[in-house]
Every structure is written in structure tokens, then in C-alpha cells.
């Protein structure tokens, strides 16, 4: 059996043959538009991580919603939402979950072993799954062309929610458990988590309290923190990987000369990638797994450490390849798995280009039928909430992704996917003050409880943030970080709860605690 050492120099001396990638998950991507690209291509045959853990069926229902709460269109459609009644006692709450920016089916685990159920289980309470306006199938539109997909936003989005509240009846429910005279707890995480601590702060009336789960409360155009989080506390040794990689690709990608440029691109193997900045962005595609670590194997996944063990042990050898320039073990390893997990899915007859090109390529990002389902989040992302991945605006701060991902790459998805419409275009940059004006990294409100992941990536972009500033962790405003928790950690749970990790079952017992102690202070309106 050949080395390891020299089945590097023969993988960075000589292309290897296209094989198809191992699957990925569906999931919410920082925003970049060519790993928009590669998600919208994988989506198709892969679903969502809480998908996987299905089982337990729930029925569903519909509520009918005007297309516009604030314009009279003469258009209504349906809203789904799912029930669970496993646990319900006359006089107890209702348990809403926040499906966010995903179809609200792959929910179930959640209203089955999940937050919803732990909660409803210890207060009598009925679980809900709520879809997202323009998610799954509660979809208001014919397309997703530029001016279909006006009416997705914050405003329409919770009043949704609100008008929900405020009306429903529940087929298997007798009685009106409308709010006020029902308490309400809106739970959501990540997008979700903003919108469940907005319901508490824009409809204080309908909402008796909200958790916001690694809820990204602060929109920004600039989220370098995103990739700095995990920099910080991924595995070190990994990261010293990443890290001389990409010094070390910069310094070649940036040179004059275009041989150089050309050699760098060519030891990964993607030679035939026009736009340097797509070279560099496919390399920080291993890193958004990491938000995808979770507490429960068979919710999360191990694409991040499989990434880790691909890139091996810091060392100090330096390889000089077929292409005449000399770079480092760890180079080669990055180089080595790119090839394996990315290049070699572009068979012929597609390029490069067509693969995994951004303006090179434009033609994807136009197709607006119903399918097209990577064009709702970042639509949002493009008009409100921004989220823009890019390297650490000081140079002090080590880089784990190249200096070629600027705001203005990061942001292209916008003017590639959402040319104007005859009565909608997308702002030159996200109006991000009309989240930001709801509280930001400060939003509070009594009886809204804030739960963050301390290695989340995310955690940027909620009032846990290192750019925030700390509070107290109060019984009326609970204020939470878990240790080692990433991106909404205390949200899926296991049927037997004694099973899951000490820091899952506390928080768990933590929120029920809390949310125990604001229904006591309930009191319905009197009539």
C-alpha cells in the first residue's frame, strides 16, 4: 500500500476521475451564491436533518390567511399547521412551534420527542406546528418570480402568526382557545427563534411568552462572526489545517501572475473555474457543517469531522507538485477533499463553470417555478435580514476563509436571482434597520427567555453575541448560553429524555421550569 505521503503528491501531481458527492444536508447555508447553488442542486435529493428521526405521524390542518394583512388583494391561502393533542387538558396553554424558513412536515420529531412536547407534557398543553407563509405548501403564489414573492416578508410573516392566534378553532378541540383568554407560548429557533421573539414584542397581547432559540435577532450586512465562531471552537488542530490553507491559497490566488493563479486553482482541481472568487468560496463549503453538529446522532451529522479527519495532523512538509508550485500537507489534504466531495460531482458534459460558477454561470439563478425553493430564505435575506459571510474585517484575526469573499461576492445572490419586477425590486442593500429596530442584540421583553448554543455559529447574530452586551438570567427574562451547544440545541429531544446529554436534559428541565412559573402569573382577560 502506497503512503499517505505519497498518495498526496500523487493526488496534487495528477487529476483523479469525477465521482458523484456523498449527500449533504438541506439546511439553511450562510449566505453566498454559489453555495446557494450547490444547496438548490442538493436539496433536490436530500432533506432536513429532524427529517431524518420521522415517525410519528400528526394530522394537519389548514387556516386561511389574506395574501396581504395590510392591503386588501381579494386573496387569501392556506396556512398548514399540525396538532398534537397527546397531552392537552382544558385550561392549559398552547405550545406553538415556529417552522421557519422550511417546509413545516420536517418538523414532526419536534411535536412528537421535541421542545413542543416536553413543553406541553409538563403544562397540559396542546402542540402546534405552525408553516412558514410560502413554505411547504402554504404557499400563496404561482411562482417565485421577483414580484410573487413581495408579500414574504417580516411584517406579513407575523401577522400570519397573529391573526392565527387570534382566530383559530381547532377541529378535535372544543371551546375557544384563542388568545387572550388561552395563553400562548411561541417557540422558534434560528430565523424562527428572530420571529418568536418578534411575536412577543410587536403582539405582547396574543403572546404570553416566547423562547427564542439561537434566535438571530441582529441583522447585518457584514456577518464575518459567523466563520470566526467556528474558528474558535471547532478543533484546534483542524483549524491550524484551515488556516495555513487559506494563507496559503491567497498568496497564490492573489498573484500577478496569472500562472500562478492558474496553478493553485489546478491542484484542487478546478483549473477550469473562470472566476477566482468561486475558486475560493467552494473552498469554504466544508465549513458550514459544522452548524449541523448536534447532541443526537441521528439529527445531526458528522460531515464537519469527516472534513476534519480528511485535513489530518499539522505538520511542517511542504509537497512540490506537477503544476511547479510548492505548498503544504495541509494544502494538499484541502486540496484532496474538495476534489473527492465537490470536483468530482461536475461530470462532463458540464464545466466547471456551469458546476459551481457564479456570474460565469447566471442562468440557474433565473428559473422561478414553484420548485425553485432556495429563492424564498435568500429573498429574505436580500430584502430584511442581510447575513453577508465574509473574513474578519481586522487583519489581526486569523482567516478561515479566503479574502476573496467580500460583501459585495456574498451579496451577488441578490442581483442574480431577483432581477426588478413590474411592481417589486429588491433594495440596493437589505433594509436590516426594520429587524434591527425591534431589539437587535437588546431585544427583551418579560416572559421572552433567550437560549443560545455557545459554539454556535450563529450566536453573532443573538443578544448572546460577543459583540452584546451580557444581562442577568432571570426567571421572567430567561437569558441562557449552553455549553458547547451549536445551533438550536435544546429543540429535538429523545422519547426518553434520561437518554439525552446532562447539558440537553437541563436546559430542557430549565425551560419547563420557567415557563411553569409565567403561566402562574396568567389571568384572562375579563369578559
Not at 430564505?377 to 467580500?406: E, H, N, Y
Request: aromatic share 12%; glycine share 8%.
Amino acid at each position: 500500500m502506497p503512503s499517505l505521503k505519497s498518495g498526496l503528491a500523487s493526488f496534487c501531481a495528477f487529476s483523479l476521475l469525477l465521482l458523484q458527492p456523498s449527500s449533504t444536508e438541506a439546511r439553511r447555508l450562510p449566505t453566498n451564491p454559489q453555495w446557494v447553488k450547490l444547496h438548490a442542486l442538493r436539496s433536490q435529493s436530500t432533506s432536513g436533518s429532524l427529517a431524518k428521526r420521522q415517525g410519528t405521524t400528526f394530522p394537519v390542518y389548514t387556516f386561511t390567511q389574506p395574501l396581504d394583512h395590510f392591503v386588501d388583494t381579494g386573496f387569501t391561502f392556506e396556512q398548514r399547521y399540525w396538532l398534537s393533542d397527546r397531552h392537552y387538558k382544558p385550561g392549559g396553554p398552547v405550545i406553538v412551534f415556529e417552522a421557519g424558513e422550511g417546509p413545516g412536515d420536517e418538523r414532526m420529531p419536534i411535536l412528537d420527542t421535541g421542545i413542543v412536547d416536553i413543553l406541553a407534557n409538563a403544562t397540559n398543553g396542546l402542540g402546534i406546528v405552525l408553516e412558514h407563509r410560502y413554505y411547504g405548501e402554504s404557499v400563496p403564489v404561482q411562482n417565485f418570480t421577483t414580484d410573487s414573492l413581495r408579500w414574504l416578508n417580516n411584517e406579513q410573516a407575523a401577522a400570519d402568526s397573529a391573526n392565527f392566534i387570534d382566530n383559530v378553532t381547532f377541529p378535535t378541540i372544543p371551546g375557544d382557545l384563542t388568545a387572550p383568554g388561552t395563553p400562548w407560548i411561541y417557540y422558534g429557533g434560528s430565523y424562527g427563534g428572530a420571529r418568536a421573539a418578534h411575536m412577543r414584542v410587536l403582539y405582547p397581547d396574543l403572546v404570553f411568552g416566547a423562547i427564542s432559540s439561537s434566535g438571530v435577532t441582529h441583522a447585518t450586512l457584514d456577518d464575518w462572526r459567523y466563520f470566526d465562531i467556528i474558528r474558535q471552537y471547532a478543533p484546534a488542530s483542524c483549524i491550524a489545517q484551515v488556516e495555513k490553507t487559506i494563507d496559503e491559497v491567497d498568496a497564490f490566488i492573489t498573484s500577478p501572475k496569472a500562472e500562478t493563479r492558474h496553478a493553485i486553482k489546478a491542484v484542487f482541481g478546478l483549473q477550469n473555474l473562470t472566476y477566482d472568487p468561486d475558486f475560493a468560496s467552494l473552498l469554504s463549503g466544508p465549513l458550514g457543517a459544522w452548524q449541523d453538529n448536534n447532541w443526537d446522532p441521528a439529527v445531526g451529522s458528522t460531515a464537519f469531522a469527516d472534513f476534519c479527519d480528511a485535513l489530518g495532523t499539522p505538520d511542517n512538509a511542504k509537497i512540490h507538485t506537477a503544476q511547479g508550485i510548492t505548498v503544504s500537507n495541509a494544502t494538499c489534504n484541502y486540496a484532496k477533499y474538495i476534489n473527492n466531495t465537490y470536483v468530482r460531482s461536475c461530470r462532463p458534459p458540464a464545466t466547471q463553470d456551469e458546476c459551481f460558477g457564479t456570474i460565469t454561470a447566471k442562468d440557474q439563478y433565473l428559473a422561478t417555478d414553484l420548485s425553485q425553493t432556495w429563492r424564498l430564505w435568500d429573498f429574505q435575506v436580500c430584502t430584511q435580514w442581510g447575513f453577508f459571510m465574509t473574513p474578519p474585517p481586522d487583519p489581526a484575526i486569523p482567516r478561515i476563509i479566503s479574502k476573496l469573499i467580500t460583501q459585495e461576492y456574498a451579496s451577488l445572490i441578490c442581483k442574480l436571482a431577483y432581477p426588478p419586477g413590474e411592481h417589486f425590486q429588491v433594495p440596493a442593500e437589505p433594509n436590516i434597520t426594520a429587524v434591527n429596530s425591534l431589539g437587535g442584540y437588546n431585544i427583551a421583553y418579560d416572559r421572552l427567555a433567550i437560549i443560545d448554543g455557545e459554539d454556535d455559529p450563529w450566536r453573532g447574530d443573538t443578544p448572546h453575541s460577543p459583540a452584546a452586551h451580557p444581562r442577568p438570567d432571570t426567571t421572567l427574562r430567561p437569558f441562557k448560553l449552553i455549553p458547547g451547544g451549536v445551533h438550536h440545541y435544546d429543540e429535538n429531544g429523545l422519547a426518553d429524555h434520561s437518554l439525552e446529554p446532562p447539558q440537553i436534559q437541563a436546559i430542557h428541565q430549565q425551560e419547563v421550569e420557567f415557563v411553569k412559573a409565567w403561566l402562574k402569573d396568567f389571568k384572562p382577560p375579563s369578559k
